[in-house]
Each structure stands twice: as C-alpha cells, then as structure tokens.
C-alpha cells in the first residue's frame, strides 16, 4: 500500500516561514514526480510546486518566488520552504506524487490528505 504523509502545517504570520513535508510510504519501484497543490475554500487546487525524477523544478504563479521544493530520494520525501508568507497563502497544501509501487506495471498518481496553512496579519 502507497501513502503519501503530510506534515509541516499551521497557523503563522505574515511574513514567517514554515517547511511541509511529505512522505511517500509503502512499496514503491520508481517515482516520476513530486508535487505539491494547494486550495483555498473558493479556488481550484492549483499548483505550487512539482520535482521530476532529474531534479528538475517546476513552479507555479501562485509561488510568487518564495518557495523552494526540494526532495530527499532516500526517504521518499520532498519539502516546500514557504519563505515571506501572507495572508493569501492561506491554504491546504495537497502533496502529489506519479508513482509506480512495486505491486504495479504502470504509473499511478496520489495525493496525500491535506495539511493546513493559515497565514495571518
């Protein structure tokens, strides 16, 4: 079984930092990507941030150039360093992975639960 772990949320102020992680667990051959989403009560689920299997780095308008995805291949873990945050930030952070477990023959795409940001002024 694959779960994708959340972690990092919460409530911070205006121009704080936090770091969320997310944890890919279970059997797993190969992940493609890495991503993280997020959405706001009225909004779609947009994307923040996403790292392929090269490293390479796309963002979102919504990042605004204060955060930074980076990943842990050894843990199966990527992270967003939310840096100058504000109020619009406000948010559940959805991780997203394309992965193959090893149960599988073909790619298949998760998301995790959610973890909540609330950014106040």
């Known amino acids: 079984q694959v779960q994708l772990v959340e972690s990092g949320g919460g409530l911070m102020q205006a121009g704080g930092s936090l770091r969320l992680s997310c944890a890919a667990t279970?059997?797993?051959?190969?992940?493609?990507?890495m991503g993280w989403y997020r959405q706001s009560p009225s909004d779609q689920r947009v994307l923040v941030a996403v790292?392929?299997?090269?490293?390479?780095?796309n963002y979102g308008d919504s990042a605004e150039g204060r955060v930074t995805i980076s990943r842990d291949n050894v843990k199966n873990t990527i992270y967003l360093q939310m840096n100058a945050l504000k109020p619009d930030d406000t948010a559940v952070y959805y991780c997203?992975?394309?992965?193959?477990?090893?149960?599988?023959?073909?790619?298949?795409?998760?998301w995790g639960r959610g973890t909540q940001v609330t950014v106040s002024s």
């Open positions: 790292i392929m299997s090269d490293g390479s780095t």
């Open positions: 997203n992975a394309v992965l193959k477990p090893s149960s599988e023959s073909y790619w298949l795409n998760y």
């Open positions: 279970g059997t797993i051959f190969s992940i493609n990507a």
